[in-house]
């Protein structure tokens, strides 16, 4: 009968013989770290691999590898990186009690090492899997140790991995080669890369840059630090920026650009793009879509040159974290979307995206659909003072409005009316801010009047576009009153409910204009 090379034996001799080295190596900056798992698939013990995209940017595409990936700033140690990266690209959860050690670092390239941990994974069901379509793995493999497998009491195996030999205590085989088998499980396919791309995907260079989301401000922000490699298509020096955008429903309200940097490959920007009313929802559904290009107006071009672009899923942020990211750049290119006459006035017909897919491709049609029809959304506060007797509504911001100008602008400004009107003051506007998508206001109106006859009225906000000489356009709007439902009436009952106490809330814009009955 086959020996258990996996046996509780086996672990325990493999802890001792690793514990130094884990004391000395887990806690220790790392680039990068991978779980090297020991398991068994029906029986047999074995070694879990992953099978690295062939779309994967830089050298390792569609190289066998253990799971794994580059050390985030928010893990504790390489232990938690490897776990982690298992978990997000295999959906293979595996307790921390179960890591039997660290083994010694690998050089994957100049200055970059690569931490392997061991771990003891037990029986596999491979039909378990999840491959993440979205992470650098395409699918799952395991190598079996083939029959007469067993604890040794010395020596030491190689395997290949990251450019280095990864050196563990030996598990014997009369083969030393493990067979590699397909898991059933694999990742959904990708369309094929477009023809004429180059194999050698590091060539377009990397960028380096941080993502927040502050849950707590509805903020989202993106830090531009540097980029490495950078190839433009003409020899010598380049001016370049980075432009960014979020899809699905690209327009210019969501573009945001950092400043530019000339003559060099290697440019600094060290810049923070931020995006205002960012929520929750936005997180789950929407993608960072970020771009390097050459600036076209010191080349006395029309139009920028993009040197390489990336697609950032926002949905594996967690909230108030930061997170730092060092990705090779793709090549770009344009995917027709539908038109839309009401949505996308103003817009561009097309929409820039990664090579991974098309801005539609991926999402939901009812996803994608809102998205392009999203009106923006306003920041407005509520307060009841007690001194002056009555509220307080301050217009503070919008964000992302629908551009209503042939040059993809709007002229915006807000106007407020307090329902039913009883003779009093009760119709306000602010200001107007020329060109622009993302207007900050902050001005304060005031409505006089008891708490109990200010509840049974309708606060309606609305959100125009002005225009000289002929009628303004309506961008949105939004109603907060007790007959509200949702966040509207929420923010209306608290605000009413307490005194002297400021509530800041963003709203999403209604497309349809506000209507009431006298």
């Keep these: 009968m086959l020996p258990d090379c996996l046996s509780a034996e086996g672990e325990r001799r493999c802890r001792r013989l690793l514990a130094g080295a884990t004391a000395r190596l887990r806690a220790r900056p790392a680039a990068a770290a991978v779980l090297v798992p020991l ?50 690209e295999l959906g293979l959860v595996v307790p921390e009690e179960h890591v039997w050690g660290v083994l010694r670092p690998l050089q994957d390239q100049p200055k970059a090492s690569v931490v392997p941990v061991l771990a003891g994974v037990g029986p596999l069901d491979l039909q378990s899997l999840r491959p993440n379509p979205e992470e650098p793995c395409s699918g799952s493999l395991v ?16 395997t290949r991995a990251g450019g280095g030999a990864l050196r563990a205590p030996t598990l014997h085989t009369p083969d030393p080669h493990p067979t590699v088998t397909p898991a059933i499980c694999s990742a959904p396919q990708l369309d094929p890369e477009p023809e004429g791309d180059s194999d050698d995907s590091t060539a377009l260079g990397t960028l380096e840059f941080t993502l927040l989301f502050d849950a707590d401000n509805s903020t989202l922000h993106c830090t531009a630090h540097c980029a490495q490699g950078l190839k433009p298509p003409a020899s010598g020096s380049v001016d370049t920026y980075v432009k960014a955008n979020l899809l699905p429903g690209a327009s210019k309200a969501s573009q945001l650009r950092t400043r530019t940097v000339r003559g060099t490959r290697g440019p600094v920007w060290e810049e923070t793009l931020t995006y205002h009313g960012f929520t929750l929802q936005d997180a789950q559904r929407k993608t960072l879509w970020l771009c390097v290009c050459e600036d076209p107006r010191l080349r006395r071009r029309r139009r920028a040159t993009p040197l390489g672009e ?27 979307r539908p038109k839309s006459l009401d949505a996308a006035r103003g ?22 659909e809102a998205a392009g029809e999203d009106r923006g959304r306003i920041l407005l506060s509520l307060c009841y003072s007690s001194q002056r007797g009555g509220l307080l509504v301050g217009v503070l911001r919008c964000a992302h409005l629908a551009p ?42 005031f409505y006089a009047g008891p708490r109990e006859e200010l509840a049974q009225k309708t606060l309606l906000v609305s959100v125009w576009d002005y225009d000289l000489g002929t009628a303004d356009d309506f961008i949105g709007g939004v109603q907060l009153s007790s007959q509200a439902s949702g966040e509207r009436q929420q923010h209306w009952h608290e605000c009413l409910g307490h005194s002297d106490h ?14 009431l009955s006298d």
């Design 502 to 515: 400021r509530l800041e809330l963003w709203h999403p814009l209604d497309g349809a204009p506000l209507q």
């Design 143 to 158: 190598g079996h140790l083939k029959s007469g497998a067993h604890p040794a009491p010395a020596g030491n195996q190689s």
């Design 310 to 336: 990336l697609r950032v899923p926002l949905r594996k942020l967690v909230p108030n974290r930061a997170r730092s990211f060092d990705v090779c750049l793709e090549k770009r290119r344009l995917t027709k």
């Design 39 to 88: 398991c068994s698939v029906r029986g047999v013990p074995a070694l879990l691999y992953t099978l690295r995209s062939s779309r994967l940017a830089g050298r390792h595409k569609g190289d066998v590898s253990f799971p794994g990936g580059k050390c985030d700033p928010t893990d504790r140690d390489v232990v938690q990186t490897a776990l982690r990266e298992t978990r997000e």
């Design 347 to 368: 817009m561009s017909l097309y929409e820039e995206v990664g090579r991974m897919a098309g801005p539609t491709q991926g999402w939901r049609r009812d996803e994608v």
């Design 404 to 445: 209503m100008d042939a040059n993809g602008y709007s002229d915006p400004f807000v106007r407020l009316f307090l329902h039913p009107n009883v003779g009093k003051k009760s119709k306000y506007k602010t200001s107007v801010r020329k060109k622009t998508l993302n207007p900050e206001f902050n001005e304060e109106f």
